[in-house]
């Protein structure tokens, strides 16, 4: 085999915007080279076999892919040293401390909890004058109001939090320092916090994780700390943001909206096809290989950066028949959404459960949900992680 | 003395090798990572018993050989 020596430009697209045509490019080469923006040179991997196969070969290291003078700006820095930029055995001795609190059984427990959040904010929404933006109303703040109480952190330090957040995870264009900055004063938080929970314990989550640093050696303080901002962050701009699109491609298929109000009991469904469906994510986290890796045909030298086009995987049309049609009926529900192998979505099962109870709200409480504002006027911020809508203007109601 | 049948539901399972971490020489992965039980029916072992109630795909069951209950998680 001949080696492929000019990489293709490839430049990834917002929700709304025509994506790459990544189909031609990948039918031959199922696995390439490519320049992004910036110059950076990495390996994509399309398809759905292949996104999976390196999902869960750890020789795709996610430890290599942050190390310092590796990791890309913006979340990438913030990931080394905590779960999601660690290979085994460091990530598995943390991220089993966590796993018990997010499994299908704990969440379900949640569920009612959730249910009254949703009913809450849309009680809220439906006080208040319209049109109104959704994003402050009630995407953002479900899932927010969820891992607080799961953590144990004041639900009214939460604009502070969005802050952080946001500097963090919804902007790489800033620069460094800034991004710096917000991680010290967000770890500063948790510190001050954890001082407090260790006095005080309480039956939630960061008080277990501290005792599990206090009474077993099981963490450092700094990872402890770490964890905390990891699941806080994680715990919410992607759910949030995985409303908002959804809503977004359910506003463009008033027939399947039709038939969710029908028969709520389509509503698991659909969301596993909103979650196929819908580009949540920007740029995936690199990894790199440790050695020669063989994949889709090529061999990727050892210490080269990879990517995966989970997008390609979601639309193979070898998994999913007609791809691009977008079916709340579907069997969507082994989509690489969430990932595969030991990064799985930790709160995978958590964000099910929150974007159910969402939707069951939304559609049953909210008829006549529309955007207040054409498509094209609404503005993403311009991070590459998380496709992140600054505002989300709805009406409802009769027009 | 009760004896419990492990399963794992390998069309489940999300390879995030949570259990082989949990419960070593319990289970194994196969060469697609996907896990099965070492043996399939054993003494009660409480390190399985959290593999199962940690699987994030809850992909293993554990089960009562003698009744064919399934074993409390909790």
């Known amino acids: 085999m001949t080696v492929d020596s000019s990489p293709v430009k490839f430049t990834p697209a917002l929700p709304g915007q025509p994506a790459p045509d990544i189909r031609t490019i990948s039918r031959d080469r199922p696995v390439f080279r490519a320049e ?8 994509l991997v399309t398809g759905y076999e292949n996104v999976r196969q390196m999902m869960i070969d750890q020789r795709f290291s996610r430890a290599l892919a942050v190390a310092p003078g590796q990791a ?8 080394g040293g905590s779960i999601n930029g660690m290979d085994p055995p460091g990530h598995t001795r943390l991220r089993k401390l966590v796993a018990s609190a997010f ?3 704990r969440v379900e427990a949640l569920r009612p909890r959730v249910t009254s959040i949703v009913n809450q904010l849309i009680d809220a929404m439906l006080g208040r004058p319209q049109p109104a933006d959704l994003v402050a109303g009630f995407s ?9 109480e799961m953590l144990g952190v004041p639900a009214g330090d939460l604009t502070q939090f969005h802050a952080w957040s946001d500097t963090i995870v919804g902007d790489w264009q800033r620069d460094s320092d800034e991004i710096m900055t917000a991680l010290a004063e967000m770890y500063g938080y948790f510190g001050g916090l954890i ?40 715990g919410h701009e992607t759910t949030a943001n995985q409303i908002n699109l959804s809503l977004l491609l359910l506003f463009d298929h008033p027939g399947e909206v039709a038939k969710l109000r029908a028969d709520p009991g389509l509503i698991p469904g659909a969301i596993e096809e909103l979650l196929r469906c819908s580009r949540l994510g920007g740029l995936p986290p690199a990894r790199v290989t440790t050695e020669d890796v063989r994949i889709g045909g090529v061999v990727i030298p050892a210490g080269e950066q990879v990517m995966p086009l989970i997008g390609t995987a979601n639309r193979d049309p070898s998994v999913f028949s007609d791809p691009d049609r977008f079916d709340v009926t579907r069997d969507a529900a082994n989509h690489l959404t969430f990932g595969a192998g030991v ?3 930790l709160g995978a099962q958590l964000a099910r459960v929150e974007l159910q109870e969402a939707f069951l709200g939304l559609i049953g409480r909210l008829p006549g949900l529309r955007l207040a504002v054409p498509a094209g006027e609404l503005e993403f911020k311009p991070g590459m992680a998380i496709h992140s809508l600054r505002e989300l203007p709805v009406l409802w109601g009769e027009p | 003395m009760t004896r419990w049948k492990i399963t794992v539901d390998k069309n489940v399972c999300i390879c995030s090798a949570m259990c082989v971490a949990l419960a070593p020489g319990r289970f194994v992965l196969d060469e697609q990572q996907r896990s099965g039980p070492v043996e399939a029916e054993i003494d009660p072992d409480e390190e399985v018993r959290d593999a199962a109630a940690s699987c994030p795909s809850e992909a ?3 089960v009562d050989a003698d009744t064919g209950q399934l074993v409390d998680l909790d």
């Open chain 1, 36 to 43: 992004l923006p910036g110059g950076r040179i990495v390996w």
């Open chain 1, 72 to 79: 890309q700006p913006g979340v990438e820095m913030f990931a």
């Open chain 1, 103 to 105: 499994t299908a059984r």
């Open chain 1, 140 to 148: 953002l703040p479900l899932p927010a109001q969820v891992i607080c």
């Open chain 1, 195 to 234: 001082e407090i929970k260790r006095a005080r314990p309480a039956d939630d989550l960061m008080s277990a994780l501290i005792a599990a640093r206090d009474d077993t050696d099981r963490l450092s303080e700094q990872e402890l700390t770490v964890m905390c901002c990891t699941l806080l962050i994680g």
């Open chain 1, 343 to 345: 990064h799985h979505c």
């Open chain 2, 60 to 62: 293993i069951s554990l």
